[in-house]
């Protein structure tokens, strides 16, 4: 327990003085991950601690993108302060309508029902003039008011306290009576119903909750890339954050950050010129290579590594 | 005649064109065990299901102390003082046995809202959750991961999830399945100490153990009862032992 | 451990600057995916051009940086800023994906980066995008379907459909069409969709059976051209109704479609038997150097570095004179193996648009389609 | 649309959903018997289309015989393929958490199309169609139907007709299905159930390489052509129950009807309707078409 507080204090310590020593490319790349690690962390609520599979968590992620830019276009000038909430609420509320009829499904028609509604959010930005079609739109500008977020510093600061509130709300989420009945819903959620729990609600409030974070990952990427593209809510999106979770290790809310920074940090150093020279443009084979090693390896993801360790270390001592 | 908890009055249950459960009526008075025993696919287990509002009858009415509980909802019955095993573990094997009974005893007060509140802080949940492991004997195992019981343990363990929701009925699907004869021994002395102010409903095959701690005991054959009684009514009836106990 | 050497390796990478003595090109090119022969045709035609010149542009010695895009807008912008933030290159030169087009626009535009995109056609990059550092060396989407246009019409056919993917390419080059085509007197009766990347054309073929046009334009490109060419000759629609298309319905295809392509027209910029001594010498050195004939894309590329060749020649080397840069570049001519073209006031090629029809592997030339027709480059404020 | 249009279009519908129903076949039996959620089935797919085109000359040069010997080739191959995958990658995920299975099907997809760009190309290629099958019917006035779509078709059929007779009637098929409901049983039968697994992911192989292979002539093989049809698949498998070959035909044929005729007569809406189609179905009925015991 210590020493998981430890390491979290370590990342969000590092995280808050990597901008002392990073350029301004430095400052892009880890922005780009603390956002792949709060969309991770929503996802993570799901899967990790309600063992509900969603694959299209795109979606959410996407309609945050999507509301930020359509707010902005639609009303000049507008203030962060109810311009992020508003596209959180977007996104949540998507989430709720979504959860509502899919939350009647299990397991794998679960995990296609969400599919199904992620799609249909994408076709809807992708085939109608609603935002900007196929190619995508830009956000008129950068929200200046009452945080200038065209500073990169500021930028990075927001991201970075979205991340730690994030983190936070949640690591409180699932101590409380609400998290931990999430938890048994995942262990078992026929004897959750015996015992009294009405489980839908608790499943409905964990996807809405859940689509909400995706929705504010949404807002911040939107805001960093100052435009949006229908591709933001494809399935491969869906797929490649079920994956971070998966590579960090389900069930840990550090899994879901160590997960984010991995399959970056992968993805840097396969695609890198300087180590691989001119088959860097293969760089695919050597992240699924790695990918297919750590399923193979790894039981329990990259958060179990320390526990395989300590296992072989006691193992040779005996 | 103390007073009756659970009643229910022509339970049926069809699937497709089998009757699993046919016109059952049945009544738990407090304090009282009630055994149902009957061959395999007798559809006892279905009526444990019936009963506790897991599966949608047919047919018919349950009350649940002197109220029509039939169009609610399994939480909902378990909530006004229902509980119940499972014939296989149903145990959190993840937890320990202490978070095992505290989330069992958090139904009754879920306070779901106060998500900033550690789960612990409820002191009342706590309470419950550790008198349910006493009564049920695991207090020494509190701490340990529930995956790592015995058992025997393991079905003790049920019985404290169920005690922890406080409930006036008890239904108890097989809670001696696959018991050596000492857990056997131990499970019957905590049942018995179990029996006063509640009701009990015991789905058992262990003919022994049911013929010795029963009050009544209810045969059924087919989905369909074919004699309730007394324990010495029912060894003597006639159809009973044809039906069932000829086979021994 | 792993995750510390990753993070210094990242570290590294974030924070290395280099001497500035070298001209740093960043190829933003797809490497993998569906583009990805593209992305190297593309690459090829820009060295070759550069080697061509001793390696050297304006004095300067080149050095690549090369990302894949994976033509993702999702990871454009992230892309494009490693090329800007990271290694401070001193011009872009990308890419075929139009929605990744997009995002490195709007990049070039907030930084000033030199920006030359190669391929993708999305009309805004010349138009409400377009910057004084931003160059296109390929077309509108707009362009080949205007030029289409005015040829079907002038053959007299006067009831046209036209199908393609339900994307931003396709409805831009159906509009430059219709508006071609509708001036010359013909009606688009019908515009069939089918949804970005579906190739189950068979019940789209059967409306255009039962609504008998006199002609069909299309818009597809890659695996769909192919299968499309293909399914419409099975259907036996090609002996009964002509099918026109925007070039790249049978560029770098050719050889999957085999004969079933075989008399097709189709417009575009290049055509493969110019036969012109400019094209001629280019196409040598080109199979010389790669053992492959060049393509389109190839000669996108090769026309990217010529135009960056000649604003650099203007502001010798510096690329921080931006303005001088771009008066340069739009008053030259550039000599581009598909013919001499200059760039409009939107930076967009004011070109020749070749008809051409499809002669067993090549795209021989007709004759000119559309002669120096430009892009109206619509919301475009410079 | 007139009734002879009409008709032509449910041929296409019909033949579309027969396409669909052979890609998918395969992954409904990994899927179905194994709880194996197979994201490489597309790759599969993928592979057997290159092998469609790239080993019809090497197959030509060594045993004559064209497409047909190219595909019994091509159909060993994607057995011992799929038999060393299991064997090297899936065997020890078993008794895993489902998401790992997932994680290292996602990381062959990588594998695959890389290896698939390194050993080939990316360009875009034609595979020929037979000789044997080269022909077309008219149909209606100005259109004709190629031979081959009917030979297409007609493989599917048979595919399905072959896989419902050995999953129903023989002693391997009652083992193959005992085992996907009850593992511990069919172990304590005396049955290697290892060995089981391995035929039944070869086999669900061996039928996605099959399905590349046939619908290369039709398709062309282009890379990233594995991915489109994964999504499609999988909704092919789940509309009709996971693991039921009688509703993953269902199935194919709904989703080949709800597109055919969505093109023609909603255009703006033809993408949306199957995930519409899917959503709809799950809601009424949240086990699919055929729910399997």
Redesign the interface.
Same mark, same amino acid.
């Not at chain 2, 879920?110 to 612990?120: E, H, I, M, N």
């Given at each position: 327990m210590f020493s998981r507080l430890v390491f979290v204090g370590l990342v969000f310590a590092g995280l808050a003085l990597w901008p002392l020593v990073a350029g301004a490319y430095g400052l892009d790349l880890v922005i780009k991950i603390m956002i792949a690690a709060i969309f991770a962390l929503s996802l993570e609520l799901l899967v990790g601690a309600t063992g509900l599979v969603c694959f299209g968590q795109a979606a959410f992620f996407g309609i945050g993108a999507y509301a930020a830019a359509l707010l902005m276009a639609r009303f000049d000038g507008a203030a962060l302060w109810w311009l992020l909430p508003a596209a959180v609420l977007c996104a949540g509320l998507y989430a709720l309508a979504v959860g509502a009829l899919s939350l009647r499904t299990r397991g794998v028609y679960f995990i296609m029902v969400t599919l199904a509604f992620a799609q249909m959010a994408y076709y809807v930005v992708h085939d109608t003039p609603l935002g900007g079609g196929t190619d995508g739109i830009y956000l008129p500008g950068v929200p200046t008011a009452p945080l200038d977020l065209g500073k990169p510093l500021v930028f990075y600061g927001l991201t970075l306290a979205s991340l730690a509130l994030v983190f936070g709300?949640l690591g409180?989420?699932l101590?409380?009576?609400?998290?931990? &009945?999430l &938890?048994?819903i995942k262990?078992?959620e026929?004897?959750?119903? &015996? *015992?009294?729990?009405? *489980?839908y609600p608790?499943k409905l409030?964990a996807f809405a909750v859940s689509g909400a974070i995706a929705g504010l990952a949404g807002f911040l990427f939107a805001v960093k890339d100052g435009f949006v593209n229908p591709e933001l809510l494809a399935w491969h999106q869906s797929g490649s954050v079920l994956i971070m979770i998966i590579l960090g290790g389900l069930g840990h809310l550090r899994g879901a950050l160590i997960g984010a920074f991995a399959l970056a940090l992968l993805e840097e150093f396969f695609k890198s010129e300087a180590v691989w020279g001119s088959f860097a443009k293969h760089w695919h084979l050597g992240l699924g290579l790695t990918i297919i090693l750590s399923a193979a390896l790894l039981p329990k993801g990259l958060v179990g590594i320390p526990q395989l360790w300590r296992d072989r270390l006691e193992a040779r001592g005996e | 005649m103390s007073e009756v908890l659970l009643r229910c009055e022509r339970l049926t249950r069809r699937w497709g064109g089998i009757v699993a459960v046919n016109e059952v009526s049945l009544a738990l008075a407090s304090g009282e065990v009630h055994a149902v025993i009957g061959t395999n696919g007798a559809g006892k287990s279905t009526l444990i299901n019936l009963l !506790?509002g897991?599966i949608a009858p047919s047919a018919g009415v349950v009350e649940l102390l002197g109220q029509d509980v039939s169009a609610w !909802?399994?939480? $909902?019955r378990? $909530?006004a003082g229902l %509980? $119940?095993s499972?014939q296989r573990n149903?145990?959190?094997? %993840?937890?320990s046995v202490f978070?095992n009974c $505290? #989330?069992?005893a958090?139904?009754?007060r879920?306070?779901?809202?106060?998500?900033?509140? !550690?789960? #612990?802080a409820?002191e009342q949940t706590n309470e419950a959750a550790r008198a349910a492991a006493q009564r049920a004997g695991l207090t020494d195992l509190l701490d340990r991961s529930a995956g790592l019981l015995s058992h025997g343990q393991k079905r003790q363990l049920e019985i404290a999830?169920c005690l922890a929701?406080a409930p006036r009925v008890l239904l108890l699907d097989e809670p001696l399945a696959g018991m050596g004869a000492e857990e056997t021994e131990r499970m019957l002395a905590l049942l018995a100490e179990l029996r006063a102010g509640q009701a009990m409903l015991l789905v058992e095959h262990d003919m022994d153990a049911v013929f010795r701690i029963a009050d009544r005991i209810t045969v059924m054959v087919n989905g369909a009862v074919i004699a309730s009684g007394a324990p010495d009514a029912v060894r003597a009836n006639a159809d009973v032992q044809a039906a069932y106990l000829g086979g021994h | 451990m792993k995750l510390a050497t990753l993070a210094l390796a990242a570290l590294a990478l974030a924070t290395g600057a280099d001497a500035q003595t070298k001209l740093k090109v960043g190829l933003m090119l797809p490497a993998t995916g569906t583009y990805a022969a593209l992305g190297t045709a593309i690459d090829n035609g820009f060295k070759l051009f550069v080697t061509e010149q001793g390696g050297r542009i304006a004095g300067r010695e080149i050095e690549y940086v090369r990302v894949d895009d994976e033509s993702d807008p999702a990871k454009a912008t992230d892309n494009v800023n490693k090329l800007i933030k990271r290694d401070n290159v001193d011009v872009i030169v990308g890419t075929v994906h139009s929605g990744v087009a997009m995002a490195m626009a709007k990049a070039a535009k907030d930084s000033g980066t030199l920006l030359i995109v190669p391929n993708a056609g999305a009309d805004a990059v010349t138009g409400p995008m377009c910057a004084p550092n931003i160059f296109r060396s390929s077309f509108s989407n707009w362009q080949p379907g205007y030029a289409m246009g005015e040829v079907v019409a002038k053959k007299g056919h006067k009831k046209v459909v036209t199908i393609t993917w339900k994307y931003a390419a396709g409805d831009e080059s159906v509009r430059g069409f219709k508006e071609a085509f509708e001036k010359g007197g013909g009606t688009v009766v019908k515009e069939l969709n089918l949804p970005f990347p579906n190739v189950e054309f068979q019940a789209l073929l059967t409306e255009i059976a039962a609504t008998k046009p006199d002609a069909v334009y299309t818009f597809f490109a890659g695996g769909g051209a192919v299968k499309f060419v293909k399914d419409y000759a099975a259907a036996g629609l090609k002996k009964n109704i002509p099918l026109y298309g925007a070039g790249f319905i049978t560029d770098g295809t050719l050889e999957a479609q085999g004969a079933d392509a075989a008399g097709l027209f189709t417009t575009l910029h290049y055509a493969d038997s110019l036969n012109t001594p400019r094209d001629n010498a280019f196409r040598l050195s080109y199979a010389k150097t790669y053992k492959l004939q060049p393509d389109v894309y190839a000669v996108q590329g090769y026309d990217a570095a010529q135009i960056l060749a000649i604003g650099l020649a203007a502001v010798k080397g510096d690329v921080s004179k931006k303005a001088e840069f771009a008066a340069a570049v739009e008053k030259a001519k550039i000599d581009s193996p598909r013919g001499p073209f200059t760039l409009s006031k939107s930076h967009n090629p004011v070109q020749d648009f070749y008809l051409r029809e499809v002669s067993g592997k090549e795209n021989k030339l007709v004759g000119v389609a559309s002669k120096a027709l430009a892009d109206p480059g619509k919301g475009c404020r410079m | 649309m007139d009734f002879a249009s009409f008709l032509i279009q449910c041929l296409n519908a019909l033949q579309y959903g027969l396409l669909l129903f052979l890609v998918a076949s395969g992954l409904t039996l990994i899927f179905g018997i194994m709880g194996v959620i197979n994201l490489a089935h597309g790759s599969f797919y993928m592979i057997g289309a290159y092998m469609a085109y790239a080993l019809a000359p090497i197959v030509e040069s060594t045993f004559g015989g064209g497409f047909f010997s190219t595909l019994v080739v091509g159909l060993v191959l994607s057995v011992l393929l799929g038999y060393l995958l299991e064997w090297a990658f899936f065997s020890f995920l078993y008794e895993r958490e489902h998401l790992q299975q997932v994680l290292m099907t996602y990381g062959l997809i990588l594998v695959f199309e890389e290896l698939r760009s390194i050993l080939v190309d990316d360009q875009v290629h034609g595979v020929a169609v037979p000789p044997l099958l080269a022909g077309s019917l008219p149909l209606g006035e100005l259109m004709s139907y190629p031979v081959y779509r009917l030979f297409v078709s007609g493989v599917c059929l048979l595919l399905a007709a072959g896989m419902y007779l050995v999953l129903t009637r023989t002693r391997l098929g009652m083992m193959i299905r005992a085992g996907a409901s009850n593992r511990e049983m069919v172990q304590s039968l005396g049955i290697d159930i290892k060995f089981l697994y391995r035929l039944v992911f070869a086999a669900g192989v061996a039928i996605a390489v099959l399905a590349g292979m046939v619908a290369a002539p039709v398709s062309s093989v282009y890379p990233g052509m594995g991915n489109t049809v994964l999504i499609v698949c999988f909704v092919v498998v789940v509309i009709g129950g996971i693991g039921s070959i009688r509703g993953a035909l269902l199935a194919a044929l709904l989703i080949g009807i709800v597109d055919t005729f969505g093109k023609v007569l909603l255009p703006s809406a033809a993408g949306v309707l199957v995930y519409v189609l899917m959503a709809l179905i799950l809601l009424w009925r949240p086990d699919g078409l055929f729910k399997v015991a």
């Open positions: 709300v409180l989420l101590r409380s009576p609400f998290g931990r &009945a &938890a048994g262990a078992n026929q004897r959750m119903r &015996a *015992t009294g729990f009405s *489980t608790y409030a | !506790s897991e !909802s399994q939480p $909902r378990a $909530r %509980g $119940r499972y149903t145990i959190y094997p %993840g937890f978070e $505290r #989330l069992a958090q139904a009754r879920p306070r779901a809202w106060r998500w900033w509140q !550690s789960a #612990l409820c999830m929701t | - | -």
